[in-house]
């Protein structure tokens, strides 16, 4: 579903910093793949070169995604071609409610892809229903987005947005940041309820296992200067959590 | 805001960012036309204003609200040339002035609300809110002189002034004017300018949102607090679809 080829990525307009050097990572159908690495490594900057977001700049190497090249394509037409970017700080839009947002999104991605728009009772019920999979009350559906959410909230909020807009393939950047225990296990089974399928793809960056004892990833991959130097099985993310990642890496290197 | 027999000159402070070509075409008979609304007492009225439009344009209204009266005016200035709206308020005791202004649109031209607010009496509240959105080299401006006599303990007075400009060039003046001879009042003035917000249009690009329905649902957003106190869904939305219509034509 999702071919990356030596990617190579900067980051900042002025004095443009290499992050990204030489990343490769394909991830198929039905697969949810898992990315650790320390600090610095560049794993936002991967999601965020995926997203499209301004003031990254990719200077060499390929994305295919669903078939088509990802550069090829603006921030919306990703998202309307399948993609889901969860934001490691979900954004507030004062003035916007979630359900005026979510429906208008989900109806720009659903015309795009010559698809019916939704009426508004339509998507009230469908609304309700992926809240009611996450815990989340409809209440907060109709408050401003992010707008006075809690970290934890914010969090659910997105993977709310996820199970509304259906996509094919996630990347979720550190989800699992600014949960407590309960909101993580909610969160977790949000993400295998919305995207464990044959059809779907995830890529979950992660710092801890904890996530991972719930979404159980089928391949972990190390990132490390902006490169993958390591890809295995659930195992790794085991080790990774008991020898930490300099020893990891030092047998990569050895 | 005396009837004027000759043209104002920036000198003249309610018109120091005026279009003063546009003023000229206009002439002396052009602007001296004003319109007396009175509320009486314990009544409540209200106004909505469409205002602006392809030749300079200058309304002119004095509204005089009675004791315990409330007098609401709500306008979209969205035309393409000079527009101006000069509302003079006059408050009996306990009165209220709500006031809820858009000013929208590119181009080249100055659209402004130009608004002043005696408060004679004691116990009387006025609230205003202007949003100015605008690109090219367009400006929107909100003169707001607020004039609280020695007589007119508790006073509440409040102007909130907020400027979104989509492009390099526009620009847009906020002058608010405290004139306050009571010791017993609370007057309070805001005013921000910036830009649209560069995280809010990624985030919702990436949730499947074009440019366009971004920039459409941001501005939505912003100008809607102009209509807050706009009791009137039909009236509201009437004011909104002006000011959105004129957005078609702005730049992302």
Known sequence: MLKITDLHATVGEDNPKPILKGLSLEVAAGEVHAIMGPNGAGKSTLANVLGGKPGYDVTSGSVEFMGEDLFDLDPHERAATGLFLGFQYPVEIPGVSNVQFLREALNAQRKYRGEEALSGGEFLKLAKEKAGLLKMDMEMLKRQVNVGFSGGEKKRAEMVQMGILDPKFAVLDETDSGLDIDALRIVGEGINSIMRDSGKGVLLITHYQRLLDVVKPDRVSVLADGRIVQTGGPDLALRLEDEGYDAVMAEVAA | ?252
Not at chain 2, 67 to 96: C, M, N, P, Q, W
Not at chain 2, 200 to 223: D, H, K, N, T, W
Request: glycine content about 12%; proline content about 2%; some cysteine.
């Open chain 2, 1 to 252: 805001m005396s009837d004027t027999a000759t043209l104002p000159t920036r000198r003249d402070e309610a018109w120091r960012y005026a279009d003063l070509g546009a003023i000229a075409k206009l002439g002396t008979a052009g602007i001296a036309e004003r319109q007396d609304i009175t509320v009486a007492v314990g009544e409540t009225k209200r106004i909505c204003l469409i205002v602006g439009g392809e030749v300079p344009d200058v309304t002119r209204i004095r509204l005089i609200v009675g004791d315990g009266a409330t007098g609401e005016v709500f306008a979209t200035s969205a035309g393409d040339d000079y527009t101006r709206l000069e509302i003079e308020v006059r408050l009996g005791k306990g009165a209220h002035f709500e006031f809820g202004g858009v000013t929208i649109g590119g181009g080249d031209a100055v659209r402004e609300f130009v608004t002043t607010t005696v408060h004679g009496e004691a116990d009387a509240t006025s609230n205003q809110t202007v949003r100015s959105v605008h690109w090219g080299q367009a400006t929107g401006n909100f003169l707001g002189e607020i004039k609280v006599a020695r007589d007119a303990q508790k006073t509440d007075a409040a102007q909130d002034f907020k400027g979104l400009l989509l492009e390099a060039g526009a620009s847009a003046n906020a002058v608010p004017q405290l004139e306050i001879f009571a010791d017993d009042v609370k007057c309070a003035h805001g005013a921000t300018v910036g830009q649209l917000d560069e995280a809010a249009r990624f985030y919702m690009a990436a949730r499947g949102l074009s440019p366009e329905l971004a920039q459409r649902l941001l501005v939505q957003a912003f100008i809607g607090d102009a209509f807050v106190g706009l009791d009137d869904e039909v009236e509201r939305e009437r004011l909104l679809n002006v000011a959105l219509s004129a957005l078609e034509s702005a730049k992302l």
